[in-house]
């Protein structure tokens, strides 16, 4: 199998096991939601490939396991290094890939690769930990646990990867990453750039394929001793049944349905403005608030700027630096988008921005969409649309806006606006989400826990909570005198 040439770079379609370039008798074509043209021909792993990659990640693990952490930490580095030196190349083909904006790519979501790596090989040196007690002395120690088996999907594919291969990297671990088949370009790519780190062959694989196959094969096999999987509840739900069977502890982030509620006492233009956002990536983001709860009292004046404001995004081609939409991932993914909306409908909701796909553009491009008199019951209102479709609520106060916010399976995130701190600390913590933003959205600390409650996942990853997930966590106690 030759190299694809994406946007004029090459990009290496093979399985990379043990630090080489593995084919497959079988491919899956990789379209790109711009133009829904073929891309690339993709290595299409199995049982076979997954074994391969357990086995060399094992390996490795033996030398990369037994390396110090200081010098962990310098090829992390490295690595961060080698993205920052690559971030057009790594921008443009995954834009091609998945359709995300050029400009986010460019400006935020690469380089937040190789921030994660620079954050985990920081925060590898900062561990442990001793404390005296009795007579004695005792040392909490994170030791390398073995093989990370890393699952993620396609939203921001490298990125969201990074997040969980980092720190099983810094912890010691050795990584089979399995891309989405989606978006699978940027992980070949990554793989050169961590050899070129310095990193030991084996101790970072990649197998291409599709998910009931090489993922299902990888989050089955006995040889791996984490599972870390970010992607949707359904899925999740099979991955942990699998990972349960060989009790491997496994870390799941999933889907999400989060409320973003606006008081009256907020800052309306901000709380808008925040509002409009969450067409960001076309509505393809686990954290977006796509349930807006609104004060009854400021709804008329909020909704009026809304649709202002959201009838000026321009939709079209993400790698136009002037796009603020781009287009949904596949053919597929618009057609599940396009019956949620008409169930909406069907259910008496009432469409009054968008709500279908756009005829001007055709291909994958879905208007953005905003729902009201929505009938409390309706399914728009529950299910995890994954596209731009949102939803507009009123309450009268606090008690019924935390009522709506939290009438739904999920737990991922809540952000309200507020002018008022008393009410922010108040209403965040009867919320139940594993991040509340109070007059913000997205920013975090990457030391602090991040996670879901409810249906949107299992443990929390970030600043020392991934050690705790990635390392077999030791006490070692000792007496003194
Ligand atoms: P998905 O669950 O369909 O796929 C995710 C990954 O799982 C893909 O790599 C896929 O190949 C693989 N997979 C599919 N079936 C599998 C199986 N049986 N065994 C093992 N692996 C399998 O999700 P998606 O459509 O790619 O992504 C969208 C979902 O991801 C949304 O629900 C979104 O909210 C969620 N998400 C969550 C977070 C978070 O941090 N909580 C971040 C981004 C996306």
């Known amino acids: 199998m030759t190299d694809a040439i994406v946007e004029g770079i090459p990009v290496p379609t093979e399985h990379w096991i043990g630090g080489e370039r593995v084919a497959s008798t079988s491919s899956f074509e990789d379209v790109s939601p711009i133009d829904e043209r073929v891309i690339a021909e993709v290595a299409r792993g199995g049982e076979a490939e997954v074994d391969a990659a357990v086995r060399a990640a094992r390996e490795a693990f033996a030398v990369w396991g037994a390396t110090e952490p200081k010098r962990r930490a310098e090829i992390l580095h490295r690595m961060a290094d080698g993205v920052e030196a690559n971030v057009e190349r790594l921008a443009a083909v995954e834009t091609r890939d998945n359709g995300s904006l050029l400009r986010s790519m460019r400006r935020s979501v690469i380089p937040r690769v190789a921030r994660n790596l620079r954050f985990f090989a920081d925060e590898l040196l900062r561990l442990g930990e001793e404390r005296t007690f009795d007579g004695h002395r005792e040392r909490i120690a994170w030791d390398p646990a073995g093989v990370a ?180 991932i596949t053919r597929e993914h618009l057609e599940r988008v396009d019956g949620f909306v008409r169930r909406a409908r069907d259910a008496g909701a009432r469409a009054i921005l968008g709500g279908g796909p756009n005829e001007e553009l055709g291909g994958l491009y879905y208007r953005p969409t905003l729902f009201v008199d929505v009938p409390p019951e309706a399914e728009i209102l529950r299910e995890e649309v994954f596209g731009p479709v949102l939803t507009l609520q009123t309450f009268s106060d606090e008690d019924a806006a935390i009522a709506l916010a939290n009438a739904t399976d999920y737990g991922l995130a809540a952000t309200l606006y507020t002018g008022d701190p008393e009410r922010a600390e108040r209403v965040a913590s009867r919320l139940v989400a594993g991040t509340v933003w109070v007059n913000c959205f997205f920013v975090r600390d990457l030391a602090a826990p991040f996670g879901g409650a409810r249906n949107s996942g299992i443990g929390r990853e970030g600043g020392t909570w991934s050690f705790d997930f990635h390392a077999d966590v030791k006490t070692i106690c000792i007496r003194e005198g």
């Open 149 to 328: 088996a890393v699952i993620t999907p396609w939203n921001a594919p490298l990125m969201l990867a990074s997040w969980r291969f980092a720190p099983a990297l810094a912890a010691g671990n050795t990584v089979v990453l399995k891309p989405p088949e989606w978006a699978p370009l940027t992980a070949s790519l990554f793989a050169d750039i961590a050899r070129e780190a310095g990193l030991p062959d084996g101790a970072f694989n990649v197998v291409q394929g599709i998910g009931e196959e090489a993922g299902a094969a990888l989050v089955a096999h006995p040889g791996v001793d984490r599972v870390s999987f970010t992607g949707s509840v359904a899925t999740g739900r099979l991955v942990a049944a699998a990972a349960g069977a060989n009790l491997t502890p496994v870390s799941l982030e999933l889907g999400g349905k989060s409320p973003l509620l606006v008081f009256a006492d907020a800052d309306l233009e901000a709380a808008v403005r925040q509002a409009v956002n969450q067409y960001d990536n076309a509505g393809q983001v686990c954290l977006a608030g796509t349930r807006l709860l609104v004060e009854a009292s400021v709804a008329d004046a909020f909704l009026e700027r809304f649709l202002e404001l959201a009838r000026g995004l321009r939709q079209g081609d993400p790698r136009d630096e002037s796009t603020d939409i781009g287009p949904l």
